[in-house]
């Protein structure tokens, strides 16, 4: 029996996935934005939360976690390098470390960059990744706390993962994302193409999360900063990878 994803619309545009096994009845949220809206879809399904894995520290990503811990007595899972700032955990991971969910293997990553100790949760198994603000739809979170450096080796070891991973990124910021990625590659035509299929979804209020890592490889510009064209187009042809990310970051930011 695969595990189920259900993704859960929080806060003003954040997101939390469930992972569901049918089999052992065991449900992760990942992050915690806001308790009730998860408790009902939860209530819904008539799942019982057994883990909360939290990405990273910030308020949008673990508010939620007391009142589901309460709730539920789910066991919290977080990055041992950022144990200070997140809520009490009951696993603390450290970076390449593995749990077990379900019969499953987790696959813990450090990606600092958005925030330091920020990690993503990989399960090979559906396969699916969890990146709250590190990779995200066409995008990628802004470097708060790292450095571009680091942020593109944190976003370069999640490109490298199988095409086939479902992306479950933290926040609906494709058509703010779409409209950036316009002015980077002008000419990739796998790009026009996705930029109109997020169009289409958000006219229809739909989601535009989870995505697929293959389409993020051939049109997100944050993981294509290594390629000679992206290089040209932000005219920076001997500049290296992570200089050409910090740019791209930069205009972005300035978006
Ligand atoms: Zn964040
Ligand atoms: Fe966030």
Redesign the pocket.
């Known amino acids: 029996m695969p595990l189920e994803i259900v993704t859960i619309p929080c806060r003003t545009d954040n997101y939390a996935f469930l992972l569901h096994s049918d089999e052992t009845g065991e449900t992760a949220v990942i992050d915690a934005p806001d308790a009730p809206p998860i408790l009902a879809e939860l209530k819904r399904r008539n799942w019982q939360l057994s883990e909360i894995w939290l990405t ?1 520290h ?1 308020y ?2 673990v508010d939620g976690t007391a009142e589901l811990k309460d709730a539920t007595g789910a066991r919290v899972v977080g990055a041992s390098a950022d144990a200070d700032r997140l809520p009490p955990l009951n696993l603390a991971m450290d970076d390449a470390g593995t749990f077990q969910f379900a019969g499953s293997a987790v696959h813990v990553f450090d990606v600092s960059g ?2 330091v100790g920020h990690i993503a949760f990989h399960v090979p198994d559906v396969p699916a990744l969890f990146t ?2 590190s990779l995200m739809a066409l995008g990628c ?1 802004r470097v ?1 706390e790292g450095t571009p450096e680091q942020m593109w080796n944190s976003l370069s070891k999640l490109a490298a993962l199988p095409g086939d991973t479902i992306v479950c990124s ?1 926040h609906e910021y494709s058509a703010n994302n779409a409209k950036f990625a316009a002015t980077i590659e002008k000419d990739n035509p796998r790009l026009a193409a996705r930029i109109q299929a997020i169009t289409d979804a958000r006219a229809a209020d739909q989601a535009t999360v989870p995505t697929l890592l293959s389409e993020e490889n051939a049109t997100n510009p944050f993981l294509r900063a290594n390629l000679p064209a992206l290089k040209a187009a932000v005219g920076m042809q001997n500049a290296s990878d992570a200089a050409v990310f910090g740019e791209i970051r930069a205009r972005k930011d300035a978006f």
């Open positions: 990273h910030h949008d990503h958005h925030t709250g603000d979170g708060f933290g």
